[in-house]
Each structure stands twice: as C-alpha cells, then as structure tokens.
C-alpha cells in the first residue's frame, strides 16, 4: 500500500525520486497524464525503506537497477494540484543515483516505456534547459547546479 492518503484538507504523498544525470544532462519524464516533466521515482509504500521504494519505482519505470550514491534532499512540498484542486502536502526524498551499469544511455535521447497501462515518455535534459521547461521539483532548476553534499532538508510553497 502507497503511503498516501487524503482528508478534509487535502492529500499527503510519501514519495522518492531518483537525480540520474551524466554530462550535464538530467533524465526527465513525463506521463500521459502529465503536461509537465518530473524525475523517475514514485510513492514509498508501507513498510518499506525510501532506498528500496526508490530501486523499485526506477525498476518499474526503467527496468534498470540504480546504484544510490546518497540522498541529497528530503523536500517539504505544499501545492495546490490545479487540474484536481486539491491541496498536497508531500515529502519527497531525492537520491543521487549512479546508472553508469545498466544501458540506461543506449536508449537514446529521447525515449518511450510502457509501465503496466502508462506510457512514460523519458528525455535527457541539459541543467540548462530546465529553467525554460514546465517542470517539477521547481527548486531543482536551480538546485542541479550545486548539489549539496550532505542531506537536506528544505521546503517549498506554492
């Protein structure tokens, strides 16, 4: 069971994404559902560690195995999903991911996954290109340029 749930004053997510980049280049994605772009990762489930959600969203999602080299934020979100006008409030761990040992960069570019009924489409981005994309995690279009190097805590308002 996804550690989410919904009240009287909104819904709270319990996720994990996953920072993959090489060159100066960051994996991005979008679903069929989504207008803007976000990082692989997902809903932690029950029960199970952030590490573990994080390996098995990215296995879900891009069938390869990543190796977290270490979390570098434990982001705070507030935001109103406008499509649903519905409150979140989110906690979301981002890891730095090492994906030099899968083939992750022999499918291009640019490129299409099916996940169950979803299809994702997945984009490599340069840092620089994100500031003019609609993505999230807002913060990151900044934040890509000087990872931190000890894990963070921060928080973000909408």
Not at 17 to 44: E, K
Request: hydrophobic share 40%; proline share 4%.
């Amino acid at each position: 069971m996804d550690i989410s749930f919904k009240t009287d004053e909104g819904r709270f997510n319990y996720r994990v994404c996953a920072i993959m980049t090489y060159n100066g280049n960051i994996l991005t994605m979008r679903d069929d559902h989504s207008p803007f772009r976000y990082l692989p990762g997902g809903r932690v489930q029950m029960c199970e560690t952030a590490e573990e959600a994080l390996v098995r969203e990215v296995r879900e999602e891009l069938a390869v195995t990543p190796e977290i080299i270490r979390p570098l934020w434990l982001n705070q979100a507030f935001f109103t999903e406008e499509v649903l006008n519905v409150r979140f409030h989110e906690l979301c761990v981002y890891f730095l991911t090492d994906i030099s040992k899968t083939d992750l960069l022999l499918k291009g570019e640019r490129f299409t996954l099916s996940e169950g009924e979803h299809v994702n489409e997945f984009e490599w981005l340069k840092f620089e290109q994100l500031k003019d994309e609609y993505f999230y995690p807002i913060f990151l279009k900044e934040a890509i340029f000087d990872l931190p190097q000890n894990f963070t805590i921060r928080t973000e308002y909408e």
